[in-house]
């Protein structure tokens, strides 16, 4: 009878276990299965505004390049200026042609282009033109080739040049005999591709509407096309994020129909949590027969530590993975959210900052003293604005926003907060030693304001930008108002 009792207990002790470690792994590998399924659906948006981000890099630097070229059109006489004039007094020619390029050097040297030249159909041109690519036009017929790429448009952005990949090309009709032709090298874009270490494995690409790759962060890619798979996944979405079983692809349309296409594999997003779940298993697998409340244990805190993972990458895809400040998308959002739900006797303001010589000291002293600028002056930022009525963000490379939301002041106190407190930062700015040699640390900015129901995001933030570049005409390192002050 004992023994018969004995194996009764046996048989049940051995049914519970199996029941219970059943269960236990069923639990796992739901657990498991919604981890990662969370896990793909926020390092998808993350992922998207990453892609935002860099497509708003791309297009802030295309832009730059854009108004160097326009900013030619300021002189009436550059405009209508004809080598081929034989009636022109050679006196006269000399010294346009000598203005045109010192102009040329005024707008170009700073910025790395590798040409920045007006090209006439005589065969003359004004500036300069490098020898990589004047070795691509040996006789003549430059002009020519420009033409037939502009057609009918007014401007055109160019990749592959009579088979250059190696730099991209602006093509501006000046008039009806002459173009202006800007270029750079597209490893120039390098510091605008930087990749999150929470996202290593990722691949970001600029591509063309032929899928050339223009430029990626695989630098080995430049000049082919996207693989077949990648194009077919994509179909005919040039604007959003597909996720699939394989991989996760976003893809962003630039303002000069450029795309920046950002790919993963799942495998390395899931990779992590795959691995704390087989040793996880493991430890429910070897513990599981004596302790049942052990397993459930495991179960919930591996549940918790995909909670905390999904929270930090939703952290991360509102702020910039380098200052910690808002990326442009929530600084947007913020803002403009401000603006479309005013208070009574509310006043608004909206600073825009650029980094002043940024560019030289990146590439003079290397991408390390670079990122130590913008972390140090975002911490600047954040020290000086951390009332509850200021938002700081990142709007790309190296350009800042305040936006800030005054309730009970006039035009004239919110201008005065924002000057003094403007000042403070220009001021420990300066006196940061980061070991540049003889550039000084400084910025300019622009600071647009506006009343309740006056203006939206847009219109105030080509305000604040249009007295930034004021600020930068007028000799840098000050800020630009509406209301008529300029602060150094």
């Given at each position: 009878m004992e023994e018969k009792f004995r194996k009764i207990q046996m048989r049940t002790v051995g049914l519970f276990t199996i029941l219970i470690l059943g269960v236990s792994l069923y639990l796992t590998v739901l657990?498991?299965?919604?981890?990662?399924?969370?896990?793909?659906?926020?390092?998808?948006?993350?992922?998207?505004?990453?892609?935002?981000?860099l497509e708003m890099n791309v297009d802030s630097y295309l832009a730059k390049v854009e108004k160097a070229a326009s900013l030619l059109?300021?002189?009436?006489?550059?405009?209508?200026?004809?080598?081929?004039?034989s009636s022109m007094d050679p006196y006269e020619r000399q010294r346009i042609v000598n203005s045109?390029?010192?102009?040329?050097?005024?707008l170009g040297m700073l910025d790395n282009y590798t040409d920045f030249s007006v090209v006439y159909n005589n065969g003359d041109s004004i500036g300069w033109i490098s020898n990589q690519t004047r070795s691509m036009y040996p006789t003549t017929g430059m002009y020519d080739d420009f033409a037939d790429i502009l057609g009918s448009t007014d401007h055109q952005w160019v990749f592959g040049l009579n088979g250059n990949t190696d730099h991209l090309y602006y093509l501006k009709r000046y008039n009806d005999h002459a173009i202006i032709m800007v270029s750079f090298y597209s490893l120039e874009l390098k510091n605008y591709f930087q990749i999150p270490e929470q996202l290593d494995g990722m691949d970001a690409a600029l591509v063309d509407a032929s899928d050339h790759i223009l430029y990626s962060s695989d630098l080995s890619q430049i000049g082919q096309t996207l693989s077949d798979d990648m194009i077919q996944t994509?179909?005919?979405?040039?604007?959003?994020?597909?996720?699939?079983?394989?991989?996760?692809?976003?893809?962003?349309?630039?303002?000069?129909?450029?795309?920046?296409?950002?790919?993963?594999?799942?495998?390395a997003i899931t990779r992590p949590m795959q691995i704390k779940n087989r040793r996880s298993l493991l430890g429910v697998l070897v513990i599981i027969a004596l302790i049942l409340w052990f397993s459930l244990r495991r179960a919930k805190a591996m549940n918790l530590s995909a909670v905390s993972i999904v929270e930090t990458l939703q952290t991360q895809a509102k702020n910039d993975s380098m200052t910690g400040l808002y990326n442009k998308v929530e600084f947007e959002q913020e803002a403009a959210s401000?603006?479309?739900?005013?208070?009574?006797?509310?006043?608004?303001?909206?600073?825009?900052?650029?980094?002043?010589?940024?560019?030289?000291?990146?590439?003079?002293?290397?991408?390390?003293?670079g990122d130590a600028v913008l972390i140090t002056f975002a911490k600047l930022l954040r020290e000086n604005f951390q009332e509850e009525e200021y938002i700081v963000g990142r709007l790309g490379g190296d350009e800042f926003g305040i936006f800030a939301?005054?309730?009970g002041v006039d035009a004239r106190e919110a201008s005065l907060r924002i000057r003094v407190r403007l000042q403070k930062v220009r001021?420990?700015?300066?006196?940061?030693?980061?070991?540049l040699?003889?550039?000084?640390?400084?910025?300019?900015?622009?600071?647009?304001?506006?009343?309740p129901w006056k203006a939206n995001y847009e219109q105030l933030h080509k305000q604040a930008d249009d007295l930034l570049y004021q600020s930068k005409r007028n000799g840098k390192d000050r800020d630009s108002s509406e209301a008529g002050h300029e602060e150094t």
């Open positions: 657990l498991s299965g919604q981890a990662d399924n969370t896990l793909k659906e926020t390092a998808a948006l993350l992922i998207a505004a990453h892609d935002n981000q059109f300021g002189s009436e006489e550059y405009c209508t200026y004809d080598p081929g004039d045109m390029e010192d102009r040329i050097n005024d994509l179909g005919t979405i040039t604007d959003g994020t597909i996720l699939s079983r394989d991989i996760i692809i976003t893809s962003n349309t630039c303002d000069n129909g450029w795309r920046i296409v950002c790919s993963i594999p799942t495998e401000c603006l479309s739900s005013p208070l009574e006797y509310s006043f608004y303001a909206f600073t825009m900052i650029d980094l002043d010589h940024f560019k030289v000291i990146n590439d003079t002293f290397g991408h390390a003293a939301h005054f309730a001021n420990e700015f300066r006196e940061v030693d980061l070991a040699g003889d550039y000084k640390l400084s910025f300019s900015s622009g600071t647009a304001f506006t009343e």
